[in-house]
Structure formats: C-alpha cells, structure tokens
Nanobody
C-alpha cells in the first residue's frame, strides 16, 4: 500500500498559478500510475489528470487541457500538478491517487488516495 500526502494548495487570483505536490511513501511509487482528481462543493469528485508509471503517457480532462501539466519525479517519490491560467471554476479540493499500471487509461481503477488540498481561485 502507498501513502499519499498532498501540499501546495491555497488562495490565488484568477489567471494565477499554483503547483501541487503529492509525496508518496510505502510501496514502490515508480510502479504506480498516478493521478489528480478534484471535488468542488456540492459536486462529485472528477478526474483532472493522470500520468503513467514511467511518466511517458499523460491524460487530461478537457476542462484543464492546455492549462494544467502533470508530471512526476520517481527519484523523489513525488507527483506534481502545475496549474496555470487558473479560473474560479477550478476551485475544489484536489486529491492525488495511485493505481496499478493501466489506470491512466481508466481513472476508475485508482485505488489509493491522499487527504486532499484546498485550491481556491478568486475572481
């Protein structure tokens, strides 16, 4: 089992940037596909982005494509989400998740979750 801890959330104005981090411990981080999800108040959790275990394949939700970048540093056991051109509708609690190889193709397969970090974008 892998343990995940997110950080880097905060309050930012529309058009600004934030970088989220997810530190992993436990079983080999580099063997997992990794993803970011978010949940806004009153809404269900939704997929944001995912990256394969080697980092060579990435997937994005249409709503963030071109603005967010997911990447990982397997040597540091850390996953990142660079968020640029933020919009008020990006406001949510952001969660990182781990899944077995292949989860990048099917976000429903992610099985281990962090506690989340709040991102608030003001207009």
């Amino acid at each position: 089992q892998v343990q995940l801890v997110e950080s880097g959330g905060g309050l930012v104005q529309a058009g600004g940037s934030l970088r989220l981090s997810c530190a992993a411990s436990g079983r080999a981080f580099s063997s997992y596909d990794m993803g970011w999800f978010r949940q806004a108040p009153g809404k269900e959790r939704e997929f944001v982005a995912a990256v394969s275990w080697r980092g060579g394949l990435t997937k994005y939700a249409d709503s963030v494509k071109g603005r967010f970048t997911i990447f990982r540093d397997n040597a540091k056991n850390t996953l990142y989400l660079q968020m640029d051109s933020l919009k008020p509708e990006d406001t949510a609690v952001y969660y990182c998740a781990a899944g077995n190889s292949g989860s990048v193709y099917n976000p429903g397969l992610f099985h281990s979750w962090g506690q989340g970090t709040q991102v608030t974008v003001s207009s």
